[in-house]
């Protein structure tokens, strides 16, 4: 089985494309708002406790299903454990996924309609929904299926490995510019001054939930990304650079996006607004009060970037869909995608046409169905995998990293599962 199936090449590929996951839209508008509102440098601190202490070892248990089972998410499932109860978590890796990219590529049309809307720097008032989104979420859909179309190596290795870097170096530069407006002290204030006082039981549940987001964990993503990794490779490793990536970015989307909000002397809002409302209104400002073209030119780059991240993002949401169709479908990789095309477009139509069910979905599949998967993940590695198949997997068969997996496993099965259930049912009552 393993012998057809293609790998990442090296620890690079592998990071590049793990972290390409992760980097996207919950990096760009949903952590910098979040950090501002509930707690600033008090709120990061938990964020990289959680990041640390939960999502990498969940991140880990994912790996070691995919790289184990060398298979999609659903055949990993039958394989490791068949026939049984677990075969859930398969087809939920399979289902939340496709969910999820029906309206995050919706957002993904948003962002190319503005990047060229930033060209004349003219914005016109947000529309999220009707005709011009499903046209812009069509060829969003349509340019990451392609990616896709083109497989491991050739698709999703080559595309990341040329975006990531690049994402890295855009950001940087337009926070160069942010933190250098007059006023921006403000907004370097709102995240890293600590608020001890916003911190209550519900922070805890907003960053553990943005770091499981952030990092894409419970649908299957990891498991199928993981399923590309070769035996040889070191998966702690791999993880650990993942995990800094994915953090790195968002702070430095944070130091890009809040300086120039508060230079501008308007209030962040949250979601989707701060991305196409608020700033929209911080790039024609600056086009009106300083030079225009260099307004156009940063504005551009912004929106390049969030098309880019959010890309690079979907295409790991289709391939689970599309690695399923063709091992355990037997479909061709181009049917594939193309059916998971149709199928993503289609479900997306209720989102184009209403913010209303855009927002239910988002809440269903962000905050519920990947709290459950996290939940069976860890239930399923910690507690019914065989620990030396674990161990195996972490230590490349105990060549590396043999101090570590103790901890790490002592996590998955303890410290996780109570942690999740806990913020789960916060999150019902609160
Ligand atoms: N991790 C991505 C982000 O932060 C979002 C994402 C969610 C990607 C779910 C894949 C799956 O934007």
Known sequence: MASGREHFGGRAAVIMAMAGSAIGLGNIWRFPYMVGEYGGAAF????????????????????????????????????????????????????????IVSYYSIVGGW????????????????MPSGWTALLFNTI???????????????????FNKISIPLLFVLIVLIMVYSVNM?????????????????????????????????M???????????????????????????????LLFSFLAGFAIMPAVFSAGIAPSSGPGLVFQTLPHVFTGMGASSSHWLATVIAALFFFSVVVAAMTSSISLIEVGVAYLVEERHM???A???????????????????????????????????TVGVMLVVLFVGWKMDKEDFREELTNSGKVNAKVVGVIFFLIRYVAPITVLTIFISNLVL
Not at 219 to 244: F, H, P, Q, R
Request: with cysteine; aromatic share 14%.
């Open 332 to 334: 061709k990789r181009k």
């Open 44 to 99: 990061i601190l938990i964020f990289i406790l959680c990041s640390f202490i939960l999502s990498f070892p969940i991140f880990l248990a994912e790996a070691v299903i995919g790289r184990k089972a060398h298979a999609n998410a659903i055949g990993a499932m039958n394989k490791l454990a068949p026939g049984s109860f677990w075969k859930v978590l398969g087809y939920l890796s399979i289902i939340t996924p496709t969910i």
């Open 111 to 126: 962002s190319i309609e503005y990047f060229l809307k930033s060209l004349s720097l003219d914005f016109g008032e947000f």
């Open 182 to 214: 007059p006023g921006a002290e403000k907004g370097v204030e709102y995240l890293v001054k600590p608020d001890f006082s916003k911190i209550t039981g519900r922070t805890f549940a907003f960053a553990l939930g943005q770091s499981f987001y952030s």
């Open 140 to 158: 969003f859909l349509g340019l990451s299926c392609i990616i896709v179309a083109f497989g491991i190596k050739d698709g999703i290795e080559r």
């Open 216 to 246: 894409s964990l419970g649908m299957g993503i990891i498991i199928t990304y993981s399923s590309y990794v070769s035996k040889d490779e070191n998966l702690v490793a791999s993880g650990a650079g993942t995990v800094i990536a994915a």
């Open 336 to 370: 594939a995608c193309l059916l998971i095309f149709a199928i993503t477009w289609l479900l997306g139509l209720a989102s184009v046409f209403s913010i209303d069910i855009f927002g239910k979905v988002d809440a269903f599949s962000s905050n519920f169905l990947l």
